[in-house]
């Protein structure tokens, strides 16, 4: 493993360290780090494993209390108390993973507006507490899609790949295949107006000046609609190359749903 390479990931500060990984929000508020809009501990774990499983191989982790199991499992990471891996979060609105120890390190973020912060913190807090207006998704139908939504668990029916996966096509049964690798293009893309977006982003969309969305064409073929990532300030166009990583998507009865959102290139 390279030791003290530290590199943007994601959306996120990574450095790569001699036992593992520190990942870190970009974001800071008077020099102290902070999460971003749609990002939390959870999803810094995942895109620190993420990082990590370029070089290693991953299976089990040790979580922490912090983090969203049913999300890092549904990403390909078993929980395992007995794990080689175990996971840390810090106070800085940050991820250590490691099978060691790993220090901490010290990066300069982008600043944040305090009083965007805040009123973003808030709305997720009251989107939680609120009843849905829109289209209820079951805790039960959101755990059961886990797989396709977070690590694009995908189907083989022949010569076409297939995702989100299917019971059937026709009168035949799709294969398992592999997940989907995570980056495709652009053939569309539109944004959400701040008065016009679903009832579960209509606290965010407000703060956020809109939502942006995006058509993607895979590379593995599949198509597929993704909400582009809150903190990223890049402009879309048709024929860019996306990746994708795990964000916070909204709050539905008390429980945050996370996704696989657009990473502008």
């Not at 994601?10 to 749609?38: M, T, W």
């Not at 293009?185 to 009832?199: D, H, Q, R, V």
Request: aromatic share 8%; hydrophobic share 35%.
């Amino acid at each position: 493993m390279t030791s003290n390479q530290c590199i943007p990931w994601q959306g996120n500060l990574a450095c790569l360290q001699q036992n593992g990984i520190v990942i870190k929000s970009r974001h800071s508020i008077e020099n102290e780090h902070v999460f971003g809009p749609d990002s939390d501990y959870t999803t810094l774990a995942i895109s620190g494993l993420n990082l990590l499983s370029d070089e290693l191989t991953i299976n089990e982790v040790k979580s922490n209390s912090l983090i969203d199991d049913l999300t890092l499992q549904a990403c390909g990471y078993l929980i395992d108390e007995k794990a080689e891996w175990t996971i840390n979060c810090n106070s800085d609105a940050s991820v250590s993973i490691s099978n060691g120890e790993v220090q901490s390190w010290d990066i300069e973020g982008e600043e944040m507006d305090k009083d965007f912060q805040s009123s973003i913190q808030s709305a997720w807090k009251a989107e939680m507490d609120a009843v849905s207006q829109g289209a209820f998704v079951s805790e039960q139908a959101y755990r059961s899609g886990a797989d396709s939504r977070m690590n694009f668990a995908s189907q083989q029916l022949g010569d076409i790949r297939i995702w989100p996966p299917r019971e059937m096509i026709g009168d035949q049964r799709p294969e398992q295949s592999t997940p989907l690798s995570q980056s495709g293009t652009i053939e569309s893309w539109t944004k959400l107006s701040a008065g016009g977006a679903p009832s579960e982003f209509s606290l965010r969309a407000p703060i956020l000046d809109g939502i942006g969305t995006v058509f993607v064409r895979m590379d593995d073929g599949p198509c597929g609609v993704f909400l582009i990532a809150d903190d990223d300030s890049g402009e879309p166009e048709i024929g860019d190359k996306v990746t994708f990583a795990v964000r916070r998507l909204y709050a539905q009865d008390g429980l945050i749903r996370y996704g696989l959102k657009a990473i502008l290139s």
